[in-house]
Nanobody
Framework: QVQLVESGGGQVQAGESVRLSCAASGPIHMITMLGWYRQAPENQREMVATVNIGGTKNIEDSVKGRFTVSRANDMRAVYLQMNALKPEDSGVYFC??????????????????WGHGTQVTVSS
């Protein structure tokens, strides 16, 4: 069973920093993409930042210059350093692993996986 576990959320004041971590585990052969998405109440889930196996990063415009995404060399962990946080950054942050090749028991399978999310609340 492929699992993603996030950590590092919490409640902070505007202007402060938070670092999120996500660890992938299970019978994984390869992960193609790791990333962070967030969802505020009554909003759709949106991409925040992703990094692929080649190291290419994609950062949402509203967080450019404030957030940094990085990954472990073995593509089994992804991090999000969030600086100069704003109240509008509040939401549940989800880790995603895309293009995962894993052992499905009866042979290799592919799919995407999500973590359960971690809450980040930024007060003004």
């Amino acid at each position: 069973q492929v699992q993603l576990v996030e950590s590092g959320g919490g409640q902070v004041q505007a202007g402060e920093s938070v670092r999120l971590s996500c660890a992938a585990s299970g019978p994984i052969h390869m992960i193609t993409m790791l990333g962070w998405y967030r969802q505020a109440p009554e909003n759709q889930r949106e991409m925040v930042a992703t990094v692929n196996i080649g190291g290419t990063k994609n950062i949402e415009d509203s967080v450019k210059g404030r957030f940094t995404v990085s990954r472990a060399n073995d593509m089994r962990a992804v991090y999000l350093q969030m600086n100069a946080l704003k109240p509008e950054d509040s939401g549940v942050y989800f880790c995603k692993a895309g293009g995962v090749i894993y052992n499905g028991g009866d042979g290799p399978r592919s799919g995407d996986f999500w973590g359960h999310g971690t809450q980040v609340t930024v007060s003004s």
